[in-house]
């Protein structure tokens, strides 16, 4: 952990000021410029919805917090880092510079064995970013100066390092694109199904006795392969299989990574607009699309699933009043990806002010669909029941703009892995009438799409 006197200097004490300078580009691609970084930091982010995708190279700035003020810690490290920034390029929203990071599950994260490298909260500005949207495409760099030196002299040498950089992006001189997967040579399930089913049964006991309404609890397993993982053969299988989800990956360190392709927005803020969602209640997909019509139509009549979903919509809704001018509540429907369906609600807003991401992130996080409700009682429920820490699966997980706006994703279908080893996560609401066996049923069907990611040879 840092020195308190390195937490208490501002940012452009310990970095410098930001200087960021943008080219736009085009003939390069996210797979080459990930694989160009193989040996260094690395970072990806995909929204299904607007066609917005970016990549980090190697890193600029790093920002980290503890606490229950781990929010506005990230906040105000983020404000004071952009607002002290000569930010060359701004012609275009894509050419600013982003950070990506997020959030354990619980302000009370002390990092472990699994996630050794990984604060509370960890945001990082990487030293290159390639951004692309629809048939636009930019590369930034940045860097730090001393906040006493003019940017302006430095802005054509910067220039000329993006020059260099796109020739040999283009040139394909750097790392060769990865090819298969290493070999997965053993898979352990830490939990076995009798601690599963007492601990189901401990939930609905407190469900019965009045004490909390709904519940999410998790289990994990260990994959090990026979060399380090490799993660690009995961994010392309994640492209193929799972387009519509928000696929992301965070390697703070070289081979220690955190990724995942997950459907369920947590929240977007552009300006005053914001855009979130309700996503609980989960059933198989079919193998015909008549299988299909009718496993979504048998969940959105089940009453355990509508049960579940309509704590997380009414709780979401409670938690957004406070901060927005007005909510639209959109009817519900099936959310599909490959082999799962969830019922889904889309929630737009406006708020009161434009606040930024964070506050509404602060807000929200642990929604029902991944904690519980009460909050506070499921959040200790959680802490007391699961062998295994969570880390940062089931969290916030996403990217804040130079404006402090930005885009998070709920951390689920997400993996995380050092060296030869990864941990996939997969959890199920727990209500009244919640069946051991089929919630155990439900959690290895959410485990699917990275057990399947991970298998590729």
Same mark, same amino acid.
């Given at each position: 952990?840092?020195?308190?006197?390195?937490?208490?200097?501002?940012?452009?004490?310990?970095?410098?000021?930001?200087?960021?300078?943008?080219?736009?580009?085009?003939?390069?691609?996210?797979?080459?410029?990930?694989?160009?970084?193989?040996?260094?930091?690395?970072?990806?982010?995909? @929204?299904?919805?607007?066609?917005?995708?970016?990549?980090?190279?190697?890193?600029?700035?790093?920002?980290?917090?503890?606490?229950?003020?781990?929010?506005?810690?990230?906040?105000?490290?983020?404000?004071?880092?952009?607002?002290?920034?000569?930010?060359?390029?701004?012609?275009?929203?894509?050419?600013?510079?982003?950070?990506?990071?997020?959030?354990?599950?619980?302000?009370?994260?002390?990092?472990?064995?699994?996630?050794?490298?990984?604060?509370?909260?960890?945001?990082?500005?990487?030293?290159?970013?390639?951004?692309?949207?629809?048939?636009?495409?930019?590369?930034?760099?940045?860097?730090?100066?001393?906040?006493?030196?003019?940017?302006?002299?430095?802005?054509?040498?910067?220039?000329?390092?993006?020059?260099?950089?796109?020739?040999?992006?283009?040139?394909?001189?750097?790392?060769?694109?990865?090819?298969?997967?290493?070999?997965?040579?053993?898979?352990?399930?830490?939990? @076995?199904?009798?601690?599963?089913?007492?601990?189901?049964?401990?939930?609905?006991?407190?469900?019965?006795?009045?004490?909390?309404?709904?519940?999410?609890?998790?289990?994990?397993?260990?994959?090990?392969?026979?060399?380090?993982?490799?993660?690009?053969?995961?994010?392309?299988?994640?492209?193929?299989?799972?387009?519509?989800?928000?696929?992301?990956?965070?390697?703070?360190?070289?081979?220690y990574a955190f990724y995942g392709?997950?459907?369920?927005?947590?929240?977007?803020?552009?300006?005053?607009?914001?855009?979130?969602?309700?996503?609980?209640?989960?059933?198989?997909?079919?193998?015909?699309?008549?299988?299909?019509?009718?496993?979504?139509?048998?969940?959105?009549?089940?009453?355990?699933?509508?049960?579940?979903?309509?704590?997380?919509?009414?709780?979401?809704?409670?938690?957004?009043?406070?901060?927005?001018?007005?909510?639209?509540?959109?009817?519900?429907?099936?959310?599909?990806?490959?082999?799962?369906?969830?019922?889904?609600?889309?929630?737009?807003?406006?708020?009161?002010?434009?606040?930024?991401?964070?506050?509404?992130?602060e807000a929200l996080h642990p929604?029902?669909a991944l904690g519980g409700d009460?909050?506070?009682?499921?959040?200790?429920?959680?802490?007391?029941?699961?062998?295994?820490?969570?880390?940062?699966?089931?969290?916030?997980?996403?990217?804040?703009?130079?404006?402090?706006?930005?885009?998070?994703?709920?951390?689920?279908?997400?993996?995380?892995?050092?060296?030869?080893?990864?941990?996939?996560?997969?959890?199920?609401?727990?209500?009244?009438?919640?069946?051991?066996?089929?919630?155990?049923?439900?959690?290895?069907?959410?485990?699917?799409?990275?057990?399947?990611?991970?298998?590729?040879?």
């Amino acid at each position: 952990m840092e020195s308190s006197a390195l937490r208490d200097a501002t940012i452009n004490q310990r970095y410098g000021r930001l200087l960021s300078c943008s080219l736009p580009v085009d003939g390069i691609s996210f797979a080459g410029f990930l694989a160009a970084a193989e040996g260094q930091t690395r970072f990806y982010w995909e @929204n299904h919805d607007d066609h917005v995708a970016f990549a980090g190279a190697g890193t600029a700035v790093e920002l980290m917090a503890w606490g229950a003020e781990r929010f506005d810690k990230i906040a105000n490290y983020a404000r004071e880092l952009f607002e002290g920034a000569q930010i060359d390029g701004e012609g275009n929203p894509l050419s600013g510079p982003r950070l990506i990071g997020g959030f354990a599950f619980r302000d009370d994260f002390t990092p472990d064995n699994t996630w050794s490298i990984y604060s509370p909260a960890f945001f990082a500005l990487p030293h290159y970013q390639l951004a692309s949207c629809g048939d636009t495409m930019w590369l930034t760099i940045n860097t730090q100066i001393p906040p006493e030196e003019s940017p302006a002299p430095l802005i054509p040498d910067l220039r000329a390092a993006l020059q260099q950089k796109i020739a040999q992006l283009k040139a394909g001189e750097w790392a060769p694109v990865e090819g298969r997967q290493s070999a997965l040579v053993d898979i352990d399930y830490p939990m @076995n199904y009798p601690v599963w089913e007492r601990m189901i049964n401990d939930a609905t006991e407190r469900i019965h006795a009045g004490t909390l309404r709904k519940v999410v609890l998790a289990r994990a397993a260990e994959l090990r392969f026979d060399q380090p993982v490799r993660l690009l053969p995961i994010l392309r299988q994640m492209a193929t299989h799972y387009a519509n989800c928000y696929r992301f990956l965070f390697e703070p360190r070289p081979r220690y990574a955190f990724y995942g392709a997950s459907p369920e927005l947590l929240a977007s803020v552009r300006g005053r607009q914001l855009d979130t969602m309700g996503l609980a209640g989960s059933a198989a997909r079919g193998e015909t699309a008549d299988a299909d019509r009718r496993l979504g139509e048998d969940l959105l009549a089940s009453a355990k699933d509508c049960i579940e979903h309509e704590i997380v919509v009414e709780k979401m809704r409670d938690r957004l009043r406070p901060v927005t001018e007005s909510l639209e509540i959109r009817p519900r429907e099936l959310l599909k990806v490959s082999n799962i369906q969830h019922i889904h609600t889309p929630i737009r807003g406006l708020l009161k002010r434009p606040i930024g991401i964070l506050p509404v992130v602060e807000a929200l996080h642990p929604t029902p669909a991944l904690g519980g409700d009460p909050r506070g009682m499921a959040m200790r429920v959680i802490r007391k029941l699961e062998p295994i820490p969570r880390g940062w699966y089931g969290a916030p997980v996403g990217w804040i703009d130079s404006q402090l706006d930005g885009e998070f994703a709920v951390a689920i279908r997400s993996a995380v892995a050092q060296e030869a080893r990864a941990w996939i996560y997969a959890g199920a609401g727990i209500v009244a009438d919640s069946v051991p066996a089929r919630e155990w049923e439900e959690t290895a069907l959410k485990f699917r799409p990275m057990l399947d990611a991970h298998s590729l040879r």
